[in-house]
């Protein structure tokens, strides 16, 4: 019997790659497609690999157990096939997520990530890159999946698939530069010159431990539940201090997204100006939820 890091694997395969106009998992490499490869890597780490879809007539890899997305959900994307997964994977020591887009993806950075989550005694770990986290590239402890479905049933059109980090707690944040061996490792196929000109992320050397910030993000779930709307959106703010105050402006922005959409007047002029901040600064498609939000409050808020 092969020894494991992992118990098991969930690798990510329902990402549509509309920017490619073709199914970029199907891209040959090694000898087979880029979805298979990842599988491979993924089947030296888990003693059982998962394969996420969200098309049931898409994406046949013999050596992994296909788990279709369940449409029922009321969450989507990654949030969907993790809240899926968690109906298999709470009696698991340690769980692996991988995406399905990895080109340069090695097996020894989730071993990394997997002998600094019993070094630090967290309930997860994932890799950090200046002010951003990879939620796709991360180990956890099987237990945080508990929450999983409750927070996809509650936040609904909110779920992302960061909520995990944020029910994980203590978490670590590693740094690339000690999670992988090159930082291209990390990078997932966004662009088609990313085949050929892929974009590494900065370079980053630190370990942050994160914690205090689950218990409020369980209290908002716990207000959403009891229709305590402007409740939830306060909660959020809290919780953005936390991540702001390690420098972690992807999660803050995405918190701070959360409390707007659920309720905007909770967001006083300093929540609003640091928001129109985060969307100038980060871009992308948190930059396009952050200016929806805003509305016409965004040159407001930078006054």
């Known amino acids: 019997m092969r020894y494991c890091v992992a118990d098991a694997a969930l690798v990510l395969a329902g990402g549509r790659g509309r920017r490619f106009g073709f199914d970029k ?10 979805l298979e490869r990842v599988v491979r890597i993924a089947d030296r780490v888990a003693c059982k690999v998962y394969l996420s879809v969200a098309d049931p007539t898409k994406h046949v890899v013999s ?12 969450c989507s994307g990654p949030a969907r096939s993790l809240a899926t997964f968690s109906l298999v994977s709470l009696d698991w020591w340690r769980v692996a997520i991988v995406p399905g887009d990895a080109l340069h993806l090695k097996p020894e950075l989730y071993t ?3 002998e600094l989550l019993d070094v630090f005694n967290v309930q ?4 950090l890159h200046d002010v951003w986290v990879e939620p796709l590239i991360t180990v956890y402890v099987g237990s945080v999946f508990k929450h999983a479905l409750r927070a996809c049933r509650l936040r609904r059109w909110l779920s992302r698939a960061s909520d995990m980090l944020r029910l994980a707690d203590p978490l670590l944040l590693v740094g690339v530069d000690i999670a992988a061996s090159d930082p291209i490792e990390i990078v997932t196929l966004n662009r088609v010159e ?33 229709n305590d709307v402007v409740g939830a959106a306060k909660t959020h703010l809290i919780e953005a201090r936390v991540y702001r105050d390690h420098g972690i402006a992807h999660l803050e922005a995405q918190t701070l997204i959360d409390a707007c959409k659920l309720n905007r007047q909770t967001l006083d002029h300093e929540h609003l100006k640091r928001l129109a901040t985060l969307s100038e600064a980060l871009g992308g498609k948190i930059g396009g939820e952050a200016r929806e939000c805003l509305g016409g409050h965004v040159e407001q808020s930078r006054g």
């Open 194 to 226: 990313d085949l050929v000109w892929p974009k590494p992320p900065k370079r980053d050397k630190r370990l942050i431990l994160l914690e205090g910030h689950a218990n409020l993000f369980l209290e908002a779930l716990d207000r959403l539940e009891a």
């Open 63 to 74: 050596t992994a157990r296909r788990l279709v997305d369940l449409e029922q959900l009321p």
């Open 124 to 127: 997860a770990a994932t890799v």
């Open 112 to 114: 990394r990530l997997l």
């Open 25 to 34: 998992l199907s891209i040959r490499v090694d000898g087979g497609t880029l």
